[in-house]
Structure formats: C-alpha cells, structure tokens
C-alpha cells in the first residue's frame, strides 16, 4: 500500500530534485507538498498522511513549530515525522528531537541514508 508522505519545503527546486531521487529508489510513497506553514496546516487536516518531512526554516516560521504541533495533537492525529534542514547541526538536531521529532537529516545527505530514514518512519 502506497504511503503517503508530507514534505514540507518551500524550496521548489528542492522538492522536485528530492521527490525524484527518492522515485528512482522504488520507494512506494506518494508526497504531498507544501511550501509553508499554513499550507502544511491545511494539508494536515485533510488527513490520510503516513509521516511528514520537515524544513526547519519556512517563509511564514520555524518547522520545528509544526512537528510540536504534530506531536501534541493540535495539528492532526500524530504521525512520524523528520525534520530537514541545510544546517544541520547538533543544535539542531537536538531541537527536533525535543519537538518530537524522530530524527534530523541535512539536505546534502545521500539519498539511500533518506530512503534508510523514510523506512524507519
């Protein structure tokens, strides 16, 4: 069965570069997208998401508020979540954890450590 996955970027050039990499590995998802908080917020409540990748830095906040969210209910029904960033750091990393997230990943990391990532979700 095909999962659905949240990527929350507001990078186009991004989105699409990584959701094709991820397709050439034959990973059986389907990504719904979003470029900023708001949006996430909304395609949250539609439901029927399996996880969600998250950018910490979006135009209308910090990712890390929306993995709280998730975490505590108040966006939709909990889902795993990794969070994803171009400066990643321990900092960083350390954040996302205490927001209830179930790993970091920087954006430069290789894809079949992603896929690795996706699959413990």
Request: proline fraction near 3%.
């Given at each position: 069965?095909?999962?659905?996955?949240?990527?929350?970027?507001?990078?186009?050039?991004?989105?699409?570069?990584?959701?094709?990499?991820?397709?050439?590995?034959?990973?059986?998802?389907?990504?719904?997208?979003?470029?900023?908080?708001?949006?996430?917020?909304?395609?949250?409540?539609?439901?029927?998401?399996?996880?969600?990748?998250?950018?910490?830095?979006?135009?209308?906040?910090?990712?890390?508020?929306l993995?709280?969210?998730?975490?505590?209910?108040?966006?939709?029904?909990?889902?795993?979540?990794?969070?994803?960033?171009?400066?990643?750091?321990?900092?960083?990393?350390?954040?996302?954890?205490?927001?209830?997230?179930?790993?970091?990943?920087?954006?430069?990391?290789?894809?079949?450590?992603?896929v690795?990532?996706?699959?413990?979700?």
């Open positions: 069965m095909q999962k659905r996955i949240l990527l929350v970027e507001d990078s186009a050039h991004f989105s699409e570069t990584f959701a094709r990499a991820l397709a050439s590995e034959q990973l059986d998802v389907a990504f719904v997208e979003a470029d900023s908080l708001a949006e996430a917020r909304a395609r949250l409540l539609e439901g029927g998401l399996d996880a969600a990748l998250i950018d910490v830095g979006l135009p209308d906040g910090d990712g890390l508020e993995v709280r969210e998730i975490n505590n209910g108040g966006a939709s029904d909990r889902i795993p979540t990794l969070v994803l960033t171009a400066n990643l750091d321990h900092s960083v990393a350390a954040r996302a954890m205490d927001a209830g997230a179930r790993g970091a990943l920087s954006k430069v990391v290789s894809i079949p450590e992603t690795e990532a996706i699959k413990r979700l």
